[in-house]
C-alpha cells in the first residue's frame, strides 16, 4: 500500500534545535521505575515496539484490540523489517540508524503488513532507551487520516468529473445555440427581459435589437402584439404551455410566429422563444384568414378528429375525440397507438390502414370505441391519406352513432328474407338439416358484411373474419359472392 498520509511537518520537517525537551528530566522522572515506564510508554502510543541492537522485536504494547487482529503480536521475535512492506523497509533502517546514532528522533511513516489483506499506515519514532541497546520505538494509527485523504482525495475526483461533464455540456450547448439556423432567444420570466439571443436572432430582429441582451421583449412588437406575445407568456407560465402567436415588430413590417416553453434554472423561471419569420405579406394575410379558421373549426368539431402518423400513433386530435376516450388532455394521447381505443384489437386499425394505403381513403367503416374508463360507443370512421409533404399522415374523422342505431333498433329492422324462410321450415324439416342451413345462412351473411365494410378488399375481409385468403376464396365459390373468374386463385395459405 502506498503511503496515504504524510509526516506532520510540525515534528517531522522542524529543526532539531527546536524540539522542545524536558528540562529537568533526572529531577522530575529519575524515579520512574521499568513498569511505570512501559505504562507510559504504552499509553501514549498507538503501537510499540521494544527493538534489540539486531533489529528483532523483543516486546510490543498494542493500544486497540484491532491491531491484534492484524498480527501485530505475531512481530514478536521477528525483525522488525519483515512486518512492514517493501517500500517501508529503508524507513525502518533510518529510524534504528538514527536511534543507535543518538539524533533526534524523527517521524516517519510506515505501511506495516496485516494479516487480513492490505496494509496498515504508522508515523513511527524510534530512541535508544538503554545501555544494552535496546531501542523503543512508538507509533500512531494513521487509518483514519488516511480514510479521510482517500475520502477527500474522491470527492475531488467526483467534482472534477462533474464540472468537465458541465464544462462539455456547456460547450455543446453554446455551440448549438450560436450555430442554430432558427432565431432563438432566452427571456427572463420575472422581467420579460431578453437573458441571451443567438446571431440570428439578433439579425431578424433589426437594428433595434443589435445588442438585444438586457431589451425588454416584449417592448420589441407594435400594440397588438406585444398584447398577444405578453398573454402567451403569462398563459405558458401558469399552464407549462400555450399556443404560438403571430406578432409584427414594432419599427418594421416583418412579422414573426412567436412559439415559446419554459424552463428552471437556480435564478428562477426563464422562457427559451423561437421566432419563425412570415415572408411576404399576401402570405401573411392569407394562412391567418383560411388556415387558421379551418383549424379553429376542426377543433370545435361535435365529432372526433385524430391525425396519426403511418404506424397509427396518435400526432393531434380535436377535443371531441379527447372527450370520447375520456382522457384530461390532448397530450396524453400523443405517441400512442389509435389501436389502444378502437373495438376489435389488431383488426379495425389494420383493415382501415391497408384500404388507407390501397386506396387513400375509407368512408363509413363501423366499429366500435373504448373509453379509458370502461365506456363503449358504437362509431363510423372516415379516414384519409395524406401522402405528400415531408411527414405523410392519416387523418380520421369518428362519429358516435350509437344514439341512431339505438333508434334504428327500436323501430325495428326487416329480418334477412333468408332468415325468414329459415323460420318457416321449423316443424317441416329436421332440426340437424335446419342447424345446417342456418350455419350457412349466417356464414353467407358474414362474408358479405365483412366484404361491404372493407370496400370489397377480400384481403382485408379474409383477416376480419380471421379465414386465409384461399378459404375465403373458396366460400364465396361456394355461395356466388363476388366474380371471381377474373382473378386467380391465392395459394395455399394454412387458415
Not at 532539531?16 to 504504552?42: C, V, Y
Not at 396524453?332 to 394505403?357: C, F, H, K, T, Y
Request: contains cysteine; neutral net charge; hydrophobic residues 45%.
Amino acid at each position: 500500500m502506498r503511503d496515504t498520509a504524510r509526516r506532520d511537518p510540525a515534528s517531522v520537517n522542524a529543526h532539531p534545535a527546536a524540539a522542545r525537551q524536558f528540562r529537568m528530566p533526572k529531577k522530575t522522572l529519575g524515579d520512574l521505575d521499568a513498569q511505570a515506564a512501559a505504562s507510559l510508554i504504552a499509553a501514549a502510543a498507538d503501537v510499540a515496539l521494544v527493538i534489540d541492537a539486531g533489529g528483532i522485536v523483543r516486546d510490543i504494547a498494542l493500544a486497540d484490540e484491532e491491531f491484534a487482529l492484524d498480527g501485530f503480536e505475531g512481530w514478536i521475535g521477528k525483525p522488525w523489517i519483515e512486518t512492514v512492506t517493501v517500500e517501508s523497509r529503508g524507513k525502518v533502517e533510518a529510524l534504528l540508524r538514527d536511534a543507535a546514532a543518538h539524533a533526534p528522533p524523527r517521524w516517519r511513516q510506515i505501511n506495516a503488513v496485516s494479516i487480513r489483506g492490505g496494509d496498515v499506515p504508522l508515523l513511527f519514532s524510534a530512541v535508544q532507551a538503554s545501555s544494552r541497546n535496546r531501542v523503543v520505538a512508538v507509533a500512531r494509527d494513521l487509518r483514519a487520516v488516511a480514510a479521510l485523504q482517500q475520502r477527500l482525495l474522491d470527492a475531488q475526483q467526483a467534482m472534477e468529473r462533474d464540472y468537465s461533464r458541465l464544462r462539455q455540456a456547456e460547450t455543446r450547448y453554446r455551440l448549438l445555440f450560436q450555430m442554430a439556423t432558427e432565431a432563438v432567444l432566452i427571456v427572463d420570466a420575472a422581467s420579460l427581459r431578453i437573458a441571451e439571443a443567438n446571431p440570428v436572432a439578433a439579425e431578424q430582429l433589426g437594428e433595434r435589437a443589435r445588442r438585444p441582451v438586457g431589451q425588454g421583449f416584449v417592448e420589441l412588437f407594435d400594440a397588438k402584439g406585444a398584447q398577444a406575445v405578453r398573454a402567451m407568456l403569462e398563459r405558458l407560465r401558469a399552464a407549462g404551455h400555450a399556443d404560438e402567436v403571430r406578432a409584427r415588430l414594432a419599427d418594421s413590417k416583418r412579422e414573426f410566429l412567436i412559439s415559446a416553453s419554459v424552463f428552471r434554472q437556480e435564478s428562477g423561471p426563464l422562457f427559451l422563444v423561437r421566432l419563425a419569420s412570415i415572408a411576404g405579406e399576401s402570405a401573411a394575410s392569407a394562412v391567418p384568414k383560411t388556415k387558421s379558421r379551418l383549424v379553429e373549426v376542426v377543433e370545435s368539431l361535435p365529432d372526433g378528429f385524430v391525425v396519426t402518423d403511418l404506424e397509427g400513433r396518435v400526432i393531434t386530435a380535436n377535443r371531441a375525440f379527447v372527450d370520447m376516450t375520456q382522457y384530461a388532455a390532448e397530450e396524453q394521447l400523443r405517441g400512442e397507438s389509435l389501436e389502444r381505443w378502437l373495438g376489435r384489437p389488431g383488426i379495425d386499425l389494420n383493415v382501415l390502414m391497408a384500404n388507407l394505403r390501397q386506396h387513400g381513403s375509407v368512408r363509413l367503416f363501423a366499429t366500435t370505441l373504448r373509453g379509458e374508463y370502461g365506456s363503449t360507443s358504437e362509431v363510423e370512421i372516415s379516414a384519409v391519406a395524406v401522402m405528400e409533404g415531408e411527414a405523410p399522415c392519416f387523418g380520421f374523422t369518428i362519429r358516435n352513432v350509437g344514439r341512431r342505431l339505438a333508434a334504428d333498433a327500436r323501430a325495428g329492422r326487416e329480418l334477412p328474407r333468408s332468415v325468414e324462410q329459415l323460420t318457416e321450415l321449423i316443424g317441416r324439416v329436421s332440426l340437424k338439416d335446419l342447424v345446417r342451413e342456418t350455419t350457412d345462412v349466417i356464414e353467407r351473411l358474414c362474408i358479405e358484411a365483412a366484404l361491404e365494410l372493407t370496400g370489397d378488399n377480400r384481403a382485408s375481409a379474409a383477416e376480419l373474419l380471421g379465414l386465409s385468403r384461399q378459404s375465403l376464396y373458396v366460400k364465396l365459390r361456394r355461395y356466388g359472392l363476388g366474380d371471381l373468374d377474373s382473378e386467380p386463385e391465392p395459394a395455399n395459405e394454412r387458415e
